[in-house]
């Protein structure tokens, strides 16, 4: 019976992308969505992955949603965290609101979504975790504090759990994308893209989501069972830390 796998923010860009990788790949998926119930309901039609809307910074739904997924799919062996938010500002004029919920939905998550598969991955002698990071968790990044704060926790948090996983047959990594071709990055003008984002990179070239995808997928095999506690990064040379 294939492994399931649930993949949170997963029915638009990189966690689409993720989706449907581990799909092709033989794992029967699930992806958890928030916010846009037509483009949630566009990408199930598309891919026939089944969706589940919940809030990843609301403990009790998280569990709940987790519950269901088990129920319908059978258990979560593959967790994939992607979910996340900016709110960006400058740290001067940045609100509580904007710090709290960007470290509640990027970082909290991760205790939301893990905690209620951790005991099933334990008992069952495997289980594969991953945390998407972000390059500005890493080196950081003018404007928003809170998402690198949050980033730069989800790498902390990666390295914990992989300690206390590692002789239950669970592994947990993380990976770090830099600039992906996502809606949002296509959003900036053509302009700031050409003189300050792309000579930045040494590719010469944004990152497509299904190249974050995957190596997702090759972390969630059983040939990643000696990597844990690791952190992928996936920014075409921008940063190499």
């Not at 709940?64 to 740290?91: K, Y």
């Not at 949002?184 to 190249?211: T, Y």
Request: hydrophobic share 40%; with cysteine; charged share 20%.
């Amino acid at each position: 019976m294939a492994r399931t796998a649930l993949v949170t923010g997963g029915t638009r860009g990189i966690g689409a992308a993720i989706a449907k990788a581990l799909k092709e790949a033989g794992y029967q998926v699930a992806a958890s969505y928030c916010g846009n119930d037509e483009k949630a309901a566009a990408f199930k039609e598309e891919t026939g992955i089944p969706v589940y809307k919940w809030d990843v910074s609301n403990e009790e739904a998280c569990a709940q949603g987790v519950r269901q997924v088990e129920e319908e799919l059978g258990p979560v062996e593959i967790l994939v965290n992607n979910a996340g938010i900016t709110r960006d500002s400058m740290f001067h004029k940045m609100t509580g609101e904007q710090w709290h919920k960007v470290i509640e939905t990027n970082l909290g998550s991760l205790f939301n979504m893990c905690r209620p598969v951790w005991e099933g991955m334990r008992e069952r002698g495997f289980g594969r975790i991953i945390n998407i990071s972000s390059i500005n968790g890493q080196r950081g990044q003018i404007g928003q504090v809170n998402y690198s704060a949050s980033k730069a926790g989800e790498l902390g948090f990666t390295k914990a759990l992989a300690q206390e996983g590692a002789r239950k047959g669970i592994t947990v990594n993380a990976i770090s994308p830099g600039y992906i071709a996502t809606e949002m990055i296509k959003g900036v003008p053509e302009e700031v893209m050409n003189k300050q984002i792309l000579p930045q990179i040494p590719v010469g070239r944004l990152g497509e989501p299904e190249e974050v995808a995957r190596v997702v997928v090759f972390l969630a095999s059983d040939d990643a069972g000696f990597i844990t506690g690791s952190t992928l990064t996936a920014n075409g040379g921008q940063y190499m830390p």
